[in-house]
């Protein structure tokens, strides 16, 4: 996706919000806010929102000395989603449609997101996704092409989200217990989104093969991730991209890809066609047709 | 009202939407963007929000070469507020407290406003205003000291808005006859406020001797407006400061001085103790006791 004239006093909002969380100081806090004004001045602003907005996040390191702002909320999110893991899985497992059932509540917890500013409730989120329809539900299609795939690549996003990944994970694989996945989460903190501590905390290796992006990225910028990242990116059969970072920096991989997020940003929502706070389960094609 | 920090991305917003009036060119406009980050940067930011977001308005006017890109907004919301005047009017004069409804009345007008980037319709929030209650309501001591009063100074706020306080004016002159009123606009064009020419077009000068900032303020800072503005906010008996900008830029001056403005800002209605979107007519006493 493009940067857009309103990310700039978007990132501008994610700088003061790190930085309230980094520092008490009012001094200090300006001092990141204006660092990260002056980044955002010196770059040409030309690659994609996620990417740009790692201004705000360095300079509030940069200039507090805390390194993962986010550590003690990560944690709580994971044990929240951990905690509701068992009943969730019965639910699944009891649902008409347990592949479905397992898809929406990964799109229900992408709610988790400490970057955008919202308030949320995640077991309010899950009644609510169960309960209604998906903005853009390409699930049918999704369900078809996996019957076919041999591997299967997961962009994780956030900490407590993953647990709900898991699950869903889990639920496709005992459909179709051939298919090798991985799951990526990023190589070091960054706001809220799930690391390699956080896949091991709530087990993710149970389900997938756990892969690193190497790096403490939004998303999964193809100039920033590891290689090995790269190439699955450029050789799985499917990708799932979880959350407003991975549709963000998505860049054109030949495989067809599905984004499962909430549209968090009404710039976002613009870009996939739908409303503000929508949920989607949207496929992308592959730019070319496969051989 | 000090600075915020929350008032740094607000005026960065302020910035895209005026360089988006200003220029379709959306490199021109980051470079407004980018200008208005640059000045917020090189300031200690220690003045009022007021007085800060001038950075964007002069970046956009410099960067553009448009000086007044709010001219056909406001020539718009003069010529809407006055086509609802005779009415306005009527409804004054049938009212059963008529002094309050036109105070009523031009609080609603500062609904007016393009500062602020929020969705507006002028004749619903008369109706909203007239039928609801003010969330903080000082009027019937105001009434108490306009009967005292000799001189009334009212600091205006934005056009279309004008035309109600010419209403209110007219009708508190109907009440207190001797009584004598200055109205000051700005002295040169600043977003949607009036200036001498909008006083002009709404016949302001028929209720009150108008005056000049003398500069294009938002709000009335002492530092920059006319030394006559200063000695009339230091000499009158009474001051009605319509708006956010000059409530965020109100002084001390030794007299009393009421707040008539619809909290537009969440850092503002925090300032006043209401809610977002609450409307106030608000006593903020005199800091020494007079004599």
New interface residues.
Partial sequence: MRFR??C???I??QA?RT??RCTPD?AR??AI??ET??R??ADP?DRSPAEHSLAAYAAAAELSGVADPFRESKAEQNAIALAMYPALRERVARSPDPLRTAAKLAVAGNVVDLGVGLAFDVREEVEKVLGGTLAVDHFARFKEELASARTLLFLCDNCGEIVFDRLFIETVRAHFPALRVFAAVKGAPIINDATLDDAAAVGLAAAAEVVSTGCACIGAPRAAIAPRLVELLDSCDLVIAKGQGNFETAGGPPRPMYFLLKAKCPCIAEELGVRFGDVVFMRRPAPAPEA
């Fill in positions: 004239l309103e700039v006093e978007c501008v909002r003061r930085a309230e009012p806090r300006l806010i204006k004004m002056r955002l001045c602003l």
